[in-house]
Each structure stands twice: as C-alpha cells, then as structure tokens.
C-alpha cells in the first residue's frame, strides 16, 4: 500500500518522543469509526486486545502497531482505542468529537485516538482523515470534555501542575510534561501522530483531544500556544498503572 509520509514538526525529547506522519489514502479504518464508539481497556475493557476488531494478528490494535518496538513494551498493558466523526454542536446536541472551525476540521472528518499504559509509563496515538490537507495542527490532551464552546476543553493536562495559569512557562509548558501530538497532514487531509511518556494520567484529569489551528510554540511566555481550539474528541483516557 503506497504511503506518503510527511517530516515531523517536533524532534524526539528525552521523556517525550513525538512521531509525526502523513496517513496514506489507501489507509481504511475500521468500521467503529463511523459509529464513534470507544473501546477502552482495564477492568471496563478486553483484558486481551487480540480479541478487538482493529486488533493486528499478533494482538497489537493496528493504531498502535508503529509502536510496539518500544521501550514501553515487554509487560502487561493495558489499551484504550476510541474513534469518532466530527460534527457541529448545535443546540442541546453535544457530539463527542466536535468542530469549532469547519474551514479547518469539516463535519464528516475522522478521529482516532490509542493509548497504550504499563507500569513504566504511556503511549498515545492520534489519527485524523479528512481534515485539510498539508496543514500543520497542534494538539494536545486537554482537562475537560469537548462542549459547545472552544475553551469548555478546559487547560492542556500537566503532570507537574504550573501554578500560574494559563501557563506559559516552557518548565511547565513542554512536550515531556503535557501531552503533544502535533501532526502535519498529507494531500488528502489525513495525518497521525504518537508519543511516549514516563509518567501516567491522574484519575479524571485528562478528558479530551484538542486540535489547534497550528504548531505549538515553545518560547517563553508563549510556550504550549497553538492558536485557536479549531475541534475537541471527548476521549476515555486509562489512569494511572494498575
């Protein structure tokens, strides 16, 4: 299957690597994403994902099969696969995966979200189909649910908590310490990303995907900023380690 794949935007960091690349368009995704279902592994979940329909032959979901010559493998794990279809809120209509900027995110484009946990930290992976094509978004995990309005999200998720908010300070404000999966999208609108980290989720504390209308800065007084919340996946998210 032809692939094209576009460079990465953000260089591997010592607890936080991103990956980023374009998803080919021969990519077919499984039939949850036209229904938005969740799948998420632990006590709620499959205790095996070879038994889920995205699962590769050796039992890795396909989302996350990039990633399985890690360092986070070799133990128990436990996964989380989710998907949706980007709508509108209109009304009391509150979709899972909603855009607030349909120029950049049109209704009827695709997210997927994995996350792989094991006792020595995560793994997440985000995927978009049908967003615009050769644009870079940032995106993060954000605090709270997706709403009707952009910043019901709530702020980027911490593992070392930024007393000052919103924070901007690159010792807070950076890949190792926040969720970023920023991805540059190919000719066909579709781009993925994934990252590793050291550390896990707090219970509750981590609720939703936002994709921004660019890159994310780095710099003082400017780090973790990507522009406007352009659309939001409200994601089940595992905590902690079992």
């Given amino acids: 299957m032809a692939k094209t794949r576009v460079k990465a935007k953000a260089k591997a960091g010592a607890r936080g690597k991103v990956r980023t690349a374009g998803v080919g368009a021969g ?7 036209a229904t938005g279902a969740a799948s998420p592994a632990g006590p709620a979940g499959p205790a095996n994902p070879a038994a889920g329909p995205s699962g590769a032959a050796d039992g890795t979901p396909a989302l996350l099969g990039g990633l399985v010559g890690g360092g986070l493998d070799g133990q128990s794990a436990r996964w989380m696969r989710a998907s949706a279809v980007f709508a509108q809120a209109e009304g009391a209509r509150k979709p899972r995966a909603v855009t607030h900027d349909p120029t950049l995110v049109p209704a009827g484009a695709r997210v997927r979200v994995a996350q792989k946990v094991t006792g020595q930290g995560m793994e ?8 615009r094509p050769g644009h870079t978004y940032g995106v993060h995990v954000h605090t709270q649910p997706c709403g009707a309005a952009p910043d019901a999200s709530g702020p980027h998720y911490q593992d070392r908590k930024d007393p000052k908010q919103p924070s901007t300070d690159p010792a807070y404000a950076n890949r190792h310490n926040e969720v970023w999966l920023d991805l540059t999208t190919d000719d066909k609108g579709n781009g993925r990303a994934s990252t590793s980290q050291k550390w896990h989720f707090r219970q509750g504390e981590a609720r939703s995907l936002v994709l921004h209308e660019h890159a994310t800065h780095t710099g003082r007084g400017e780090a973790g900023q990507a522009g406007d919340r352009v659309a939001c996946f409200t994601a089940p998210f595992i905590s902690g380690a079992r």
């Fill in 124 to 131: 997440i992976e985000a995927e978009v189909h049908g967003v």
């Fill in 27 to 33: 990519v077919v995704l499984a039939a949850v994403l």
